[in-house]
Nanobody
Framework: QVQLVESGGGLVQAGGSLRLSCAAS????????MGWFRQASGKEREFVAG????????LYAVSVKGRVTISRDNARNTVYLQMNSLKPEDTAVYFC???????????????WGQGTQVTVSS
């Protein structure tokens, strides 16, 4: 199975930017649709963005569309989430996810990373 490790989280002021990375290992990365989810304290995990195997197709949650870009580098086995114009309500643990599918997917991911904390101060 594929192993996923997120990085790039941290504390940022409202209006700032962060780029999250998710490094994959263990299987052929380009066979997997990839996604990002987030879970705020006391709330359910929610979909943020998804990208197809090749990177040609993407999906975004309405709440982040226009502020967030998902991308992937299959040569580096890495998926990225560029987040701009961050808001305090973006504060959450962000998780990387993978599934052996063409994608992009909003759900039904079978493999998950441990998450990275993003905190946006007002």
């Amino acid at each position: 199975q594929v192993q996923l490790v997120e990085s790039g989280g941290g504390l940022v002021q409202a209006g700032g930017s962060l780029r999250l990375s998710c490094a994959a290992s263990g299987r052929t990365f380009s066979n997997y649709a990839m996604g990002w989810f987030r879970q705020a304290s006391g709330k359910e995990r929610e979909f943020v963005a998804g990208i197809s195997r090749t990177g040609a197709s993407t999906l975004y949650a309405v709440s982040v569309k226009g502020r967030v870009t998902i991308s992937r580098d299959n040569a580096r086995n890495t998926v990225y989430l560029q987040m701009n114009s961050l808001k305090p309500e973006d504060t959450a643990v962000y998780f990387c996810a993978a599934d052996l599918a063409r994608g992009p997917l909003r759900s039904e991911y079978h493999y998950w990373g441990q998450g990275t904390q993003v905190t946006v101060s007002s």
